[in-house]
């Protein structure tokens, strides 16, 4: 043992003599190892029993160190699964405090959108019952403008028809007796004045046939009044077209004599005006007695895109978008409506969003009956302003309502009905040279028919993108161009210089549909009849005599084969006439 070691009750003296007696043999106590409780903890541990031999203190020191570390290692396993534990107990602490915010939250929103379906409840209640008590009004409303465009257009179209057609009757009979003149003693210059002489009487006769005598039923009332006074408010009225085309034939030196060069329905506005002003105000004073977020499209579509954006489920639960047509169809009588419950990026459309349909439904069930009827009953044909209006209406429609649609397909049909019937009523003399000579007012009266024709073919040609190409052909290349304007042409194609003018309108009147630059392909066949009469008269102009003006007009009669894809007699009359322009 080392010096300063002292062991507890023996003396200094004797430790020599104990060494001694320790290295000559060491004896452990027989008492059970249990009697230890370190290293029986220990031996008991490492599976020692309490029967084996006694142990050495450097054994029983590293059992001892094997204890203490199998301890601290039991030690730190239990804090290891302490702190897994504690862990654990703070995540679902923490669980437990998120899911409690979320109830509390879920809570908070359960109450707001109680209290908001509370107060959208009431509100669909009230605009219910208000556009219930409107909408009978907005309809009448809308009535009576139908009426207001329908009654003028109509009364105007139909008085120019019996003024036409009056007209017409004169000159019928006069053009019979000239032409009985012309059959007996030729075209000279003498049967020429006889003729016009026999069409003067004949039309003085006509008329005063038409003089209806005054007839007075039992109550002493004229019963031939009211067509006296019919007939002699066509002749006014037929007086001052003439003398307004005459001004405006005067102003532009271009115009054949006696064509009209405004393409506009003259009648009486102001009374028309004053009635739309009055339907006018009363249909601003229909939602004047409601609060704004009733009578304002704006607020009443805030409130249930709201509605949709924050509570979608219920929205689609209560089948809103079978339901939003009806309660926006009297505000879309009064404003325009494009953009209802879909978002700012028109990219991020849901398809199956039921409501990307609520414009094109609301466009096939509202604007398309209000366009149709328009078409029908209120737009002037030989308008070219009005017509422009009615095509871009109509293409405005197409962007939002399918081809297929069934009312889509009856807006066509009352279109080609309505430019098929005008065809088929209009009349384009095709009196000859002669005759228009002979019979007073009748070069007037045929000039005007065929500035009609033309001005009806040009207005039947902007609807080139809507009709189809069959029936756009059909209308007005074969029944308009080849069945009127045509024969009129051909009947005076002996007067060269007007020949060419009156068809240079025909042309330009197609331009863009079936000549002219933009137009690509193989030239309708339908147009053949056009290219042989060109033909016809260039071969019109080759006959002698010859004159300084003939090669201006070759210049254009070149340049309208040129148009029709005509190259071939094209280059025929570049050649004919020396002209050096490249076609």
Known sequence: MDEGVVVRGVSSSSVPTMVQNVQQKVVYPTAPVSSYSSVSGVGGSLGWSSGSDTLSISQQAELSKKALHESVRRLKETHSRTLTSLTKTDETFAESLRKVTFLENDLSAAGEKFIFMQKLRDYVSVICDFLQDKAPFIEELEYQMQKLHKEPSRQWLMELEADSNDELMELEASVKAAMA????GGTNTAMVEAAGTASQAALTASREAKNLPVKLDEFGRDVNLQNRMDMKRRAEA?????????????ETDSLIEGESSTDESDGDSSAYESNRD????????????????????SSVKEKFEIWKKEYSSSYQDAYMSLSIPAIFSPYVRHELLYDYG???????????????????DLVEKVAVPILQHELAHCWDMLSTKETKYAVSATNLVFTYVPLSSNAV???VSVLHDRLSEAISHLMVPTWNTYVLKAVPNAARFAAYRFSTSVRLLRNICLWNNILSISALEKLALDELLSGKILPHLRSNQSNIDDAITRTERVVASISGVWTGPKVTGDRSPRLQPMVDYLIALGRILEKPPSYSGKSGLARR????LVELDEYDHSRQISRTFNLKEAL
């Not at 037929?238 to 005067?250: D, F, L, P, V």
């Not at 978002?343 to 409501?355: G, I, L, M, T």
């Open 409 to 411: 397909s009856e807006l």
């Open 557 to 560: 009669l070149k340049k309208m």
């Open 278 to 297: 009055q339907v006018l105000q009363i249909a601003g004073q229909i939602f004047s007695d409601a609060d704004e977020e009733f009578s304002q499209l």
């Open 342 to 360: 879909l978002p700012d990026d028109k990219s991020k459309v849901n398809p199956d969003d039921a409501d990307v349909n609520l414009v094109p």
């Open 238 to 250: 037929r007086q001052r077209i003439k003398a307004r085309s005459e001004s405006k034939r005067m």
């Open 181 to 184: 003149v012309f059959n007996k």
